[in-house]
């Protein structure tokens, strides 16, 4: 079964500050990998799937990158609704499992 | 618009049983698999459940398999969660999500709490 692990577990940044989430899987998911953001009593949102697309209504702010077992989600300049958990999640084994998230919240 | 309402959850005592339902509209309902995903409380997300466009195909997590039946009435438009012999582990919020592509998520219901105490 694969692992997902997310780093750091918080990060602490400013509105307008760049964010980068990691991802790691214990082994290889392909690309296909998804990252959804989730704010407090509310559902998640699908934000990027197979790794680098943008689901839909997702602002270009957001986006994906890499392959195999290292994955990126960058937010390029932190909007203050952007302030959440984020999970990746991967589909490439049986079963779909996700990571134990990652907290962005106000420095 | 996609819309997933829940239903049906609440609070039962250990060893005791719920059937939650989610009615689906906005998209053609035949079309697609949907899952129960569950959060615990203070935790992450959990997959639990999965079922084919069609009915004729379920999947299981390992800490439910044999526990939770899923099952779907597209005449109805709705996905049902059958939880049996419910222990205080199962204690969660429970969401229903439309599956997309390679078996991601791309919408969600707004979730139903079942907690399972004396």
């Known amino acids: 079964e694969i692992v997902l692990t997310q780093s750091p577990a918080t990060l602490s940044l400013s509105p307008g500050e760049r964010a980068t989430l990691s991802c790691r899987a214990s082994?290889?998911?392909?690309?296909?990998l998804a990252w959804y953001q989730q704010k407090p009593a509310q559902a998640p949102r699908l934000l990027i799937y197979?790794?680098?697309n943008r689901a839909t209504g997702i602002p270009a702010r957001f986006s994906g990158s890499g392959s195999g077992t290292d994955f990126t989600l960058t937010i390029s300049s932190l909007e203050p609704e952007d302030f959440a958990v984020y999970y990746c999640?991967?589909?490439?084994?049986?079963?779909?499992?996700f990571g134990p998230g990652t907290k962005v919240d106000i420095k | 618009e996609v819309q997933l309402v829940e239903s049906g959850g609440g609070l039962v005592q250990p060893g005791g049983s719920l059937r939650l339902s989610c009615a689906a509209s906005?998209?053609?309902?035949?079309?697609?698999?949907m899952s129960w995903v569950r959060q615990a409380p203070g935790k992450g997300l959990e997959w639990v459940s999965g079922?084919?466009?069609?009915?004729?195909?379920?999947y299981y997590a390992a800490s439910v398999k044999g526990q939770f039946t899923i099952s779907r009435d597209n005449s109805k438009n709705t996905v049902y969660l059958q939880m049996n012999s419910l222990r205080a582990e199962d204690t969660a919020v429970y969401y229903c999500?439309?599956?997309?592509?390679?078996?991601?998520?791309?919408?969600w219901g707004q979730g139903t709490l079942v907690t399972v105490s004396p």
């Open positions: 999500a439309k599956v997309a592509g390679a078996y991601f998520f791309d919408y």
């Open positions: 906005g998209f053609t309902f035949s079309s697609y698999g």
């Open positions: 079922i084919s466009d069609g009915g004729g195909s379920t």
């Open positions: 082994q290889s998911v392909s690309s296909f």
């Open positions: 197979d790794a680098s």
């Open positions: 999640q991967q589909r490439s084994t049986w079963p779909p499992a």
